[in-house]
């Protein structure tokens, strides 16, 4: 029991709650705009998820900051906090969108302290490998389960899904009491960090490691984020599928990917060869490109699976080798909080291009191959880098075997 209650696994247990209350929101937004009469839900609920994104990008300067200022766990409870505030907002009839954005505000605080406090509580990196595979693992697993509860409940009305979402969001935050709060850095000036932040940035940019996993990273919430947004239009036009709860389902086949991709990552990418993540990248793209050309359910049902499974052996490593670096130049917190900047930027820009494809009048399916290669060039770039990469690792073991043999 005792191991069960270990300070990871609470880690673990609350980010489960939190992801999960943030996917039934999603389709909770969703449901909710549709319900409205919305005279494009599609175009709309894509705005409403820029109008998320836009809080990461906004607040990326102060909330790294923050999470290297304060005890890490509580961090995790103010995020909670404000994400319930936000879906409580709803109960007032407050207009979806300004609802979400709140959400948006707790999620970007909730975010560093979810990450950073990881490195607190693993001491190499093979144990910072195993629990990032923890966490995105049961990340997924709530993806897929709050996807399916979200699209359920959706379907039906509102007053359930907004009950139950706030419930979850409050058990997130109980867990939180049973994470150890270890003292941040006091001395930190929130003013001197938001001005530290574009250097943070630069000094991130210039490390080949951690730019390689900024770029990786960011390209596949990118193509995550606009999947996500354009199969709620792609599976009525090629499957016919158009009940909330029904495309939630299909949405989540992607997530059972990614939780297998965190049992399969360890084993495929080991620790010291986390640069071999590339090469899941490629076949991820492979995938995204199959999967606009099939009419078949089962085949489409693969091939999101295998996106999910590509997907997670491609992000798993490369959020660990980020971790790593920045934890030694520029301190956890604020780390994730350039990758939040990075990530969504981009993200923000994929969702742009599938609405400007969209505007145009693309088909649904040209824009996600147009999205599949944006995807492929950034995977082309990395590409690049795989070079140097696998040198800076080389050179870093050769120093330490040196330093061990003195």
Not at 3 to 25: H, I
Request: proline residues 3%; glycine residues 8%.
């Amino acid at each position: 029991m005792k191991r069960l209650l270990s300070p990871l696994n609470m880690v673990v247990l609350t980010q489960f709650l939190s992801a999960f209350a943030d996917n039934l929101n999603f389709f909770l937004i969703v449901g909710m705009v549709k319900r409205q009469g919305a005279a494009n839900p599609d175009i709309a609920v894509n705005y409403i998820q820029i109008a998320f994104l836009a809080a990461y990008i906004v607040l990326a300067p102060i909330v790294g900051a923050y999470a290297d200022k304060k005890a890490k766990s509580n961090v995790l409870l103010l995020g909670n906090a404000l994400k319930a505030v936000g879906i409580a907002m709803l109960l007032f009839g407050l207009p979806p969108a300004l609802c979400y954005v709140f959400v948006g505000i707790g999620a970007v605080v909730y975010s560093p302290g979810k990450y950073g406090i990881l490195t607190e509580l693993t001491a190499t990196e093979s144990e910072l490998l195993r629990a990032n595979a923890k966490v995105e693992g049961s990340t997924i697993l709530a993806i897929l389960l709050g996807t399916v509860a979200g699209g359920f409940l959706a379907q039906r009305s509102d007053l359930p899904a907004i009950i139950a979402c706030l419930a979850v969001y409050v058990l997130s935050l109980l867990m939180t009491f049973l994470i150890p709060a270890k003292p941040g850095n006091a001395d930190l000036r929130y003013g001197k960090e938001a001005m530290q932040f574009l250097r943070d940035f630069g000094t991130m940019f210039r490390n080949p490691r951690a730019r390689f996993s900024l770029v990786g990273t960011g390209s596949f919430w990118l193509t995550a984020a606009v999947l996500r947004i354009a199969l709620i239009a792609w599976l009525p036009l090629n499957l016919g599928i158009t009940d909330t709860d029904q495309q939630s389902m299909m949405i989540g086949i992607t997530a059972i990917g990614v939780v297998a991709s965190a049992f399969l990552t360890p084993k495929l990418v080991p620790a010291g060869k986390l640069h071999r993540a590339f090469f899941y990248g490629l076949f991820m793209v492979a995938a995204v490109m199959l999967a606009t050309m099939t009419y078949v359910l089962w085949l489409t049902i693969a091939l999101l699976f295998l996106i999910g499974v590509f997907g997670g052996i491609f992000v798993i490593p490369l959020n660990t080798m980020l971790q790593e670096e920045g934890k030694s130049t520029i301190g956890a917190g604020k780390t994730i909080a350039v990758q939040n900047f990075s990530e969504n930027v981009l993200t923000v820009t994929g969702l742009l291009i599938y609405l400007t494809l969209s505007q145009l009048h693309v088909s649904v399916n040209g824009s996600v191959i147009g999205i599949g290669l944006v995807l492929l060039a950034f995977i082309l770039f990395l590409a690049t880098q795989l070079r140097t990469i696998a040198g800076t690792k080389r050179q870093e073991r050769t120093e330490e075997n040196g330093q061990t043999s003195e």
